[in-house]
């Protein structure tokens, strides 16, 4: 994050984040024989691939000053498209295809509204939020759709071969992979911090603000998409009421990873580290013997330790640099945390 | 962006995380479940979800069955009802090496395939209160279900008419939109209702629009309660399938000193206070300690290979003989009907 250049002491948020990762991956093993596993292992990676693909598109958009609360609501729109095609009797190959247009599609109307006609992005998303999942209870109604084809069921929740990895286990390499080297190894990455960090200077200095947010909510509309195939399959049905709440999962993952909700600040391994993280503990927890209500305690309570520790270790190392520094490199440090 | 840096540093986090992950691989296989006598088997049961007083109940009689066959029971589950939630926890169930699962099924779809995941572990799956889809039916070996699922729904509507003295509309407060228990009773209340009550009808034309979903949540059950009312203020009854939605219903009743009759499916401790003061005539329900008690002998008898299933065979449990009909299902009876004159008794029961 903003502190490369700093001594070696100091720690940034997402490298904090896979000390955490590893952290929970040997207390878990200590603490639970059933824990470090293979199987356990499939399990975890099967319960967070969608989140974690959907989390892939929103470090963009957070990083670039936007945030999408509609994803919940588009994988699930996406998964009712597919059920509903289905049903109609269309091969549920062609079903798939649709189910992606249906999310790529949502996410380009949110995008459109946002930078056509200068919405808010949060205004926006909650709208959409209701209205997705609105279409889904139209498309579905209260019957969800079974009986999807075996073929397919069975890469949903099977593993690969004389493997422990689940088969979603392929397009979440890929994706985060390509969106790893996208965001810190293009143009269009830079162009994102840029935007994140001043819109109106970015303008100026040539980046396509509009075009490239236009093009955020169409990637997070897709991998949305893309998290509604897997979660159809995973699950084995369509259903109207799929995914609830998952938005707050990804944003959580998302800024545990250490993207600055103001935006401008992230990396691509930090959030993929949080994502595996939340899965790692909760799965973790569960096996100790926690109940589900004390799982809600924990998720609620790392949400709120990555919103507020940023702002106190920022404090507190202005506050030293103060204190302890030559005037000039005081000078630089201020300006970083402007 | 002090590129070169940063990609030394991410190649040096990527080596401690492949390390680990290979630790994590190499730390070796799930332990095999032992298998065998009946004593010591361990047993999961899980309800839809662990806050509602229903599965209480449920998790009562299982465990009292379980210290009767000398078995482990370990109560565990999601603390919202639906599959995806539950998933998560059959998926620990298979993790920890468990005998026997013992389910109610949050989501008649979306756990079919954990569940057959956890039947290929070797773990005996028994479906108790609410079953898989028929379709599904392979993935467990019996189900153990209160009564024929059109006479739950069709008592209820029995009930109300009693209450409105058979004329007025009426509507229903159910769990979820998705909840396959309440929409088969809710499908088998429209007809029967047209049949038997000339003078009664569904505030919103057919049953399917008089019905209100408050997901088995207090709060939004509250809710639904007064839309009905706000929306058709000359309602003259409401039917709640479903234990939360009928406890609120009666609470926001007295609250707001609503005149509108309500009855359907509430847990008789809950329910007493209103019962002894008359805002409810009567509610009804199985025994769902029964419900429990029974589905843990099912499942112990067919881990030890007394039975198996199929129609026509049978099992034992506290004495009397259950035999599986058509469906591979076991039911136990017609709803039993909670009053002033018996609650009573049966508050201090479940």
């Known amino acids: ?338 | 962006m002090r590129k070169k840096n940063m990609n030394k540093k991410v190649a040096k986090v990527l080596s401690v995380v492949a390390a680990s992950v290979l630790a994590l691989g190499l730390a070796g296989c799930a332990p095999a479940g032992d298998s065998g006598s009946s004593e010591g088997l361990k047993i999961a049961i899980m309800p839809k979800a662990i806050n509602i007083g229903y599965f209480t109940a449920w998790n009562e009689g299982a465990q009292k069955a379980c210290e009767e066959l000398g078995a482990t029971c370990d109560y565990i589950g999601p603390n919202e009802a639906t599959g995806p939630a539950q998933v998560e926890f059959i998926n620990q169930v298979i993790q920890q090496g468990y005998d026997v699962l013992v389910i109610s099924a949050a989501d008649q779809n979306a756990i079919v395939p954990s569940l057959q995941k956890a039947k290929e572990a070797g773990i005996t799956i028994v479906t108790s209160d609410a079953d898989v889809a028929a379709e599904s039916k392979d993935s467990r070996v019996v189900s153990i279900l209160p009564s024929a699922a059109d006479r739950i729904g069709t008592a209820e509507v029995d009930w109300i008419a009693e209450a409105v003295g058979e004329k007025g509309s009426i509507a229903v407060l159910s769990a979820s939109a998705t909840a396959a228990n309440q929409n088969v009773w809710i499908e088998a209340m429209g007809p029967y209702l047209t049949e038997n009550y000339p003078n009664m009808s569904w505030v919103g034309g057919t049953v399917d629009k008089s019905t209100f979903y408050g997901d088995d949540d207090a709060t939004k059950s509250t809710q639904q309660f007064n839309a009905i009312l706000t929306q058709y203020p000359d309602v003259a009854g409401i039917i709640s399938p479903t234990t939360v939605g009928v406890l609120a219903a009666a609470a926001e009743k007295k609250a707001k000193g609503a005149n509108v009759k309500v009855t359907g499916l509430g847990l008789p401790s809950e329910m007493a206070p209103y019962i002894e003061d008359g805002t409810v005539e009567k509610v009804g329900l199985w025994n769902p300690i029964d419900l429990g008690y029974v589905a843990v002998y099912a499942a112990v008898a067919a881990k030890n290979g007394t039975f198996d299933g199929a129609v026509g065979s049978s099992f034992e449990a506290g004495g009397k003989t259950y035999a599986v009909v058509d469906g591979n299902i076991v039911f136990l009876g017609d709803p039993f009907t909670f009053t002033k004159d018996n609650i009573a008794e049966f508050k201090v029961i479940y």
């Open chain 1, 1 to 338: 994050m903003a502190n490369f250049s700093l001594p070696k002491i100091q720690l940034s948020w997402d490298k904090g984040v896979v000390l955490f990762l590893v952290l929970a991956i040997f207390i878990g093993s200590f603490s639970s024989e059933y824990f470090a596993t293979a199987s356990n292992l499939s399990f975890v990676i099967a319960s967070i691939a969608e989140i974690a693909i959907i989390a892939t598109a929103m470090t963009y958009l957070i990083i670039a000053g936007e945030i999408d609360l509609s994803v919940a609501s588009m994988m699930s729109l996406s998964s009712a498209s597919i059920g509903f095609a289905f049903r109609e009797g269309l091969p549920f190959e062609i079903a798939i295809l649709i189910g992606l247009a249906v999310g790529l599609a949502a996410g380009l109307f949110n995008g459109i509204l946002v930078t056509f006609f200068g919405l808010p992005s949060l205004a926006v998303t909650i709208a959409t939020l209701a209205l997705y999942r609105g279409l889904c209870w139209v498309l579905l109604e209260n019957k969800p759709v079974n009986q999807l084809p075996e073929f397919w069921i069975s890469l949903g929740f099977r593993n690969i071969p004389n493997t422990f990895l689940p088969w979603s286990t392929i397009p979440l390499v890929i994706l985060a992979a390509a969106a790893w080297v996208v965001l810190h190894h293009t143009k269009t990455g830079r162009w994102v911090f840029a935007i994140g960090i001043n819109p109106e200077a970015a303008k100026f200095s040539g980046v396509p603000v509009n075009r490239v947010k236009l093009g955020l909510f169409a990637y997070s509309g897709l991998m949305s998409g893309v998290a509604g195939v897997i979660y159809t399959l995973r699950f084995a049905s369509a259903s109207p009421d799929g995914g609830v709440g998952y938005e707050l999962s990804v944003i959580a993952a998302v800024l545990f990873g250490g993207v600055a909700i103001a935006g401008g600040v992230g990396t691509m391994w930090g959030v993929l580290a949080a994502v595996v993280s939340l899965g790692v503990m909760r799965s973790g927890l569960q096996l100790v013997g926690f109940s589900a209500n004390a799982l809600l305690i924990v998720s609620g309570g790392l949400l709120l330790i990555s919103v507020i520790l940023p702002k106190v270790t920022e404090f507190v190392r202005i506050r030293n640099s103060r204190a302890s520094t030559p005037k000039i490199k005081q000078k630089n440090e201020e300006k970083k945390y402007e």
